[in-house]
């Protein structure tokens, strides 16, 4: 299983339309919430660094992206716990 997707790692886009596009994921946004355009989301979603072939938002559902930073199995959370106790 791959590592979850976490703000500032490396992720990949799925969907056919912009398969392959990279960009580092900044911010998460739940089903729900509300963009700062006015914006309501429909399914959990990305803020990406870079948006592909200059779009107008760099936001993507969750559902279409891979985290392609490495896949060691341990998210930082695990990681930060890990060096505390060291």
Same mark, same amino acid.
């Given at each position: 299983?791959?590592?979850?997707?976490?703000?500032?790692?490396?992720?990949?886009?799925?969907?056919?339309?912009?398969?392959?596009?990279?960009?580092?994921? &900044?911010?998460?946004?739940?089903?729900?919430?509300?963009?700062?355009?006015?914006?309501?989301?429909?399914?959990?979603?990305?803020? &990406?660094?870079?948006?592909?072939?200059?779009?107008?938002?760099? &936001?993507?559902?969750?559902?279409?992206?891979?985290?392609?930073?490495?896949?060691?199995?341990?998210?930082?959370?695990?990681?930060?716990?890990?060096?505390?106790?060291?």
């Amino acid at each position: 299983m791959s590592k979850p997707i976490e703000p500032g790692c490396l992720v990949m886009v799925t969907h056919h339309k912009y398969f392959g596009f990279s960009a580092t994921a &900044l911010r998460r946004y739940s089903e729900g919430d509300i963009f700062r355009t006015g914006y309501k989301f429909s399914s959990d979603s990305w803020e &990406l660094s870079a948006s592909p072939e200059g779009g107008k938002l760099p &936001l993507c559902p969750e559902r279409f992206l891979m985290r392609i930073d490495g896949d060691d199995h341990v998210t930082t959370e695990e990681r930060e716990d890990e060096e505390v106790s060291a």
